[in-house]
T-cell receptor, first 118, second 112 residues
Framework: DSGVTQTPKHLITATGQRVTLRCSPR?????VYWYQQSLDQGLQFLIQ???????AKGNILERFSAQQFPDLHSELNLSSLELGDSALYFC?????????????????FGAGSRLTVL | GQQVMQIPQYQHVQEGEDFTTYCNSS?????IQWYKQRPGGHPVFLIQ?????EVKKQKRLTFQFGEAKKNSSLHITATQTTDVGTYFC????????????FGTGTRLQVTL
């Protein structure tokens, strides 16, 4: 157990639907990251939050949105789902001490949420 | 934007053989991290390199950060079946954001 909790583990839904993936970071970590990993592919960075504030954005589609709540858990909302959105979605957290220019931090990943869009 | 490429994409070795994966960034990095993802698992942090030319060892694994801080390598001596998985490098940049850019990954298969 890495300390990063993701729910649900598996999710099967239909095209056009909307889903929410949830992540609780490791205790003490203030920063949350979302990554998408398609079958046998690399890790595509989606978005990062630090202490409730959006900090960096990657190749996140407009149909996707995320937020980090005051208790530091984060949710990734995926809407108008398409077949190509089927993937493993990882949440990761880091301590992220320091200011905006503190540089990269070590990530602790959750077990992932596997989304299948039919 | 920044790109981080890894070669090879895939390597199949026999147990006992050595293995090396190379990581190349299109921009100068502030640091590089390495992660391992076992089949069906999630990425797990292995190590972070910060200094130009830095070399670090973890048992049979040797990590190196290039002098120009644009490339890195991971070498495994005498592979074991427990080394199976995908190895990712991840480049960090200082600046207005602290996101890591993950490399494309190298999948290692080890057979007896």
């Amino acid at each position: 157990d890495s300390g990063v909790t993701q729910t649900p583990k598996h999710l099967i839904t239909a095209t056009g639907q909307r889903v929410t993936l949830r992540c609780s970071p490791r205790s003490g970590d203030l920063s949350v990251y979302w990554y998408q990993q398609s079958l046998d592919q690399g890790l595509q960075f989606l978005i990062q939050y630090y202490n409730g504030e959006e900090r960096a954005k990657g190749n996140i589609l407009e149909r996707f949105s995320a937020q980090q709540f005051p208790d530091l858990h984060s949710e990734l909302n995926l809407s108008s789902l398409e077949l190509g959105d089927s993937a493993l979605y990882f949440c990761a957290s880091s301590v992220a001490l320091g200011g905006r220019n503190s540089g990269a931090n070590v990530l602790t990943f959750g077990a992932g949420s596997r989304l299948t869009v039919l | 934007g920044q790109q981080v490429m890894q070669i090879p994409q895939y390597q199949h070795v026999q147990e006992g053989e050595d293995f090396t994966t190379y990581c190349n960034s299109s921009t100068t990095l502030s640091n590089i991290q390495w992660y391992k993802q076992r089949p069906g698992g999630h990425p797990v942090f292995l190590i972070q390199l910060v200094k130009s030319g830095e070399v670090k060892k973890q048992k049979r694994l040797t990590f190196q950060f290039g002098e120009a801080k644009k490339n890195s390598s991971l070498h495994i001596t005498a592979t074991q079946t427990t080394d199976v998985g995908t190895y990712f490098c991840a480049g960090g940049n200082t600046g207005t954001a602290s996101k890591l850019t993950f490399g494309t990954g190298t999948r290692l298969q080890v057979t007896l």
